[in-house]
Nanobody
Framework: QVQLVESGGGLVQPGGSLRLSCAAS????????MGWYRQAPGKQRELVAS????????NYADSVKGRFTISRDNGKNTVYLQMNSLRSEDTAVYYC??????????????WGQGTLVTVSS
């Protein structure tokens, strides 16, 4: 079995910064595309950012471009989301998702349990 565990959420004032981490563990052969999603109260889950397996290709939602940066450390099986200039509308539960090939070979779409980010003064 494999799992993703997020960390780094919390309460931050508008204009502040947070760095989320998502670590994969288990019988992992390789990890493909990874992404960060968020779900605000009463809203659908949305894609915030994604990153290719090698880290060379990234995509961002228009609402976070220029403020958030996604990166990954394949040696640590970890993906990060650096969030700067946070706004109240960024308040949500943030989830990571990874396309993980296990040992024995099976490719799974795995979700983390989520970490709450609250932006408030």
């Amino acid at each position: 079995q494999v799992q993703l565990v997020e960390s780094g959420g919390g309460l931050v004032q508008p204009g502040g910064s947070l760095r989320l981490s998502c670590a994969a563990s288990g019988s992992i052969f390789s990890i493909g595309v990874m992404g960060w999603y968020r779900q605000a109260p009463g809203k659908q889950r949305e894609l915030v950012a994604s990153i290719s397996s090698g880290g060379g290709i990234t995509n961002y939602a228009d609402s976070v471009k220029g403020r958030f940066t996604i990166s990954r450390d394949n040696g640590k099986n970890t993906v990060y989301l650096q969030m700067n200039s946070l706004r109240s509308e960024d308040t949500a539960v943030y989830y990571c998702k990874g396309s993980i090939t296990t040992i024995p070979y099976k490719t799974l779409e795995v979700w983390g349990q989520g970490t709450l980010v609250t932006v408030s003064s």
